[in-house]
């Protein structure tokens, strides 16, 4: 029996310069960056395969040109958007939200989750929200304090687990129905936590408990580690 595809699509954002990369990203975008033999965005793109995912729309704007001339030799039948240099995350996504006429997923260029998605998806649907994040556990590295007004110190953990949101979401149609121009015109990832704040004050946040492999690669120690340990998370 032949597994259908799913008939979801999924946004890639994939628009920003990564200036916490150096000078790596001043020939090439983040996404462009190989771990391995392929790069961040092709190991991406082969694991939704492996989920029945085959229809992309990838937000693009630092290095567009390139991005999509190497994406669409890899996804032909996907569709491209250049949302600028300056746009920040949440307009990126707000530009192409025509194409938004079903549950969507969004996925950040730079991040990587084995996530089940029919089971994501089916979460989104069942909490009747209008957005769901995907949230992992993830060991802060540090240990936190707080204090009062005196400075002297009320609670210490020592480098606690805490909830991150690992860059996966999905969103309903009628997402940006609720969503003000203001927010959505912030830059970089200002609107984004802006709407969900705002969401999670009006009870239409769902949450996607995530504890299997990922991997986020915002800096070159995070680039590193993931070279180093790739075989780990890119096993398709």
């Not at 920003?16 to 090439?28: A, D, F, P, Q, S």
């Not at 600028?84 to 549950?103: C, E, P, Q, S, T």
């Not at 999905?170 to 705002?198: H, R, T």
Request: net charge positive; hydrophobic share 35%; charged share 25%.
């Amino acid at each position: 029996m032949t597994t259908k595809n799913q008939k979801n699509k999924m946004i890639i954002v994939c628009g920003g310069r990564g200036k916490r990369m150096g000078n790596l990203t001043n020939k090439v975008p983040k996404p462009l960056i190989k771990i391995g033999h392929k790069t961040i965005i092709e190991h991406k793109i082969g694991y939704y395969r492996t989920q029945r995912f085959h229809e992309f729309i990838f937000c693009l704007g630092y290095k567009s040109k390139l991005m999509k001339n190497y994406l669409i030799k890899k996804t032909p039948k996907s569709i491209f958007h250049d949302g600028g240099i300056n746009a920040g995350i949440l307009k990126r996504i707000f530009l192409v939200k025509k194409y938004i006429k079903d549950h969507t997923i969004i996925s950040y260029g730079d991040t990587l989750a084995q996530i089940n998605f029919r089971n994501l998806i089916n979460s989104h649907k069942k909490s009747k929200c209008l957005l769901t994040i995907v949230a992992a556990p993830i060991q802060n590295p540090f240990g936190l304090l707080n204090w009062n007004k005196n400075g002297k110190a009320i609670f210490f953990d020592e480098k606690p687990i805490l909830n991150h949101y690992i860059g996966y979401s999905v969103i309903s149609p009628n997402f940006f129905e609720k969503i003000s121009n203001k927010i959505i015109n912030l830059k970089d990832g200002n609107g984004i936590v802006k709407a969900i704040k705002y969401l999670i004050k009006k009870k239409q946040v769902n949450i996607y408990k995530f504890k299997n492999l990922q991997v986020t690669i915002n800096s070159l120690e995070e680039l590193k580690h993931a070279r180093l340990n790739y075989k780990k998370y890119f096993t398709i």
